[in-house]
């Protein structure tokens, strides 16, 4: 899962394929299209509203309208493509009738995934431009990719292959770029790729220890170190986020999962690391990637958050096997609470823009 370490904003190229004149949006009756649910314009869609296919698959995609709906070509009704990624290509849609519409797409059988947003565009029996959300996604058979979604419109940007079995990510910046590398952790590999963000392009694959799990980054801006805790090994890899080198494979408990950093970053930063096996955190000095302490927790500490600003800040861990989320004040590691939960808490996030990281 992503661990947030501090808002930012940019802005993602859209891909925008209008299929024929009938497509383009018309200003025409009915004012400015408006969202409306699957459950109140569509009768049927077929494979699915929202289809998952092979690469080299080839469907019609089918939409067919209830009747208080019509697809009304003076108002620009049909399906419409608004954003297209990778492997996926579409033909021209066809006008059925009034309440059908349909459009070919297809994909190459090269191994690659793609995927693509759709806006079904319909009119209703008032005369109002509405449209309903759709999406066909072409994925790769064992998945291991990272998708980046626009957090704007709801829409895939981009489909980037990375290693097998992938569970943790942080990002870190580079330069002037905000967050221009996504750090992911490929538990299958014993790998973690560093992906590009602005290119989508992986631009290292950094060898770790047997399954790394989770990934927390650490330091200021140009100076920064991602942390990866290896299950398998019982370590944690520090990693330069700027040169992609290993700088320090650090021994802690066993099968560790969770990691999250508190203190103020560049002066007193901690990594705690939730050691599943042995009911300990290990908490690293991130100035000297050392353990500096060890504390006993309950029985099998897994995901990890903390909560407040610097100074008050508390960390928050699930204890798996004793169903309960135990707080710690930061400062002096003393337990604040015990507060039981359901069966089997594996992750905890925290509220609000603060740093968190879980499981």
């Known amino acids: 899962m992503l661990n947030r370490r501090r808002a930012f904003a940019w802005k993602a190229l ?16 009915g004012g400015v299209r408006k969202e409306t649910t699957a459950k109140q ?15 080299g698959a080839s469907i019609t995609y089918k939409i067919a309208l209830k009747k208080a709906f019509t697809f009304d070509a003076s108002n620009g009704d049909g399906i419409v493509v608004t954003n297209s990624v990778g492997n996926i290509v ?27 947003t759709l806006q079904i565009n319909v009119t209703n029996g008032s005369g109002r431009k509405k449209f309903v959300r759709s999406a066909v996604t072409v994925a790769l058979a064992n998945g291991n990719e990272l998708v980046t979604v626009s957090g ?28 221009k590398t996504a750090f992911i952790c490929n538990a299958g590999g014993g790998t973690v790729s560093a992906v590009d963000i602005p290119t989508n392009t992986v631009v290292a694959t950094i060898p770790v220890g047997a399954l790394p799990t989770q990934v927390a980054v650490a330091g200021v801006l140009g100076a920064e170190t991602a942390y990866v805790t290896n299950a398998g090994s019982g370590t944690v890899t520090a990693i330069d986020a700027q040169s ?8 802690v408990g066993a099968s560790p999962q969770g990691i999250v950093l508190v203190g103020q970053p560049a002066f007193d930063e901690m990594a705690y690391v939730a050691n599943s ?30 909560i407040g600003r610097v100074g008050l800040q508390i960390v928050a861990v699930t204890e798996a096997n004793a169903n309960d ?16 939960v359901g069966t089997r808490p594996v992750a905890v996030v925290a509220g609000g823009a603060r740093r968190t990281s879980s499981t």
Do not use: H, M, Y
Not at 41 to 55: G, M, N
Not at 91 to 112: K, M, P, T
Not at 152 to 178: L, M
């Open 152 to 179: 704007v419109d709801r829409t895939i940007t981009a489909r980037v292959p990375v290693g097998a079995r992938p569970t943790g990510i942080d990002t870190a910046g580079s330069g002037s770029d905000n967050f």
């Open 277 to 306: 096996a042995d009911d300990t955190l290990s908490i690293i000095d991130v100035l000297t990637n050392t353990v500096v302490d060890t504390i006993d927790v309950g029985d099998g500490p897994t995901g990890l958050a903390v």
């Open 325 to 340: 989320v135990r707080l710690l004040d930061a400062n002096t590691n003393a337990v604040i609470a015990t507060v039981k």
């Open 244 to 251: 992609f080198a290993v700088i320090a494979t650090i021994p």
């Open 90 to 116: 579409f033909g021209e849609g066809r006008l059925v009738n009034s309440r059908n519409f349909e459009i070919d797409v297809s994909s190459a059988n090269s191994g690659v995934a793609g995927s693509a």
């Open 14 to 29: 859209v891909l925008v394929l209008v299929l024929g004149s009938s497509l383009v949006p018309a200003s025409g009756q």
């Open 41 to 55: 314009a569509i009768r049927d869609a077929d494979p699915s509203l929202f289809p998952i296919v092979a690469p």
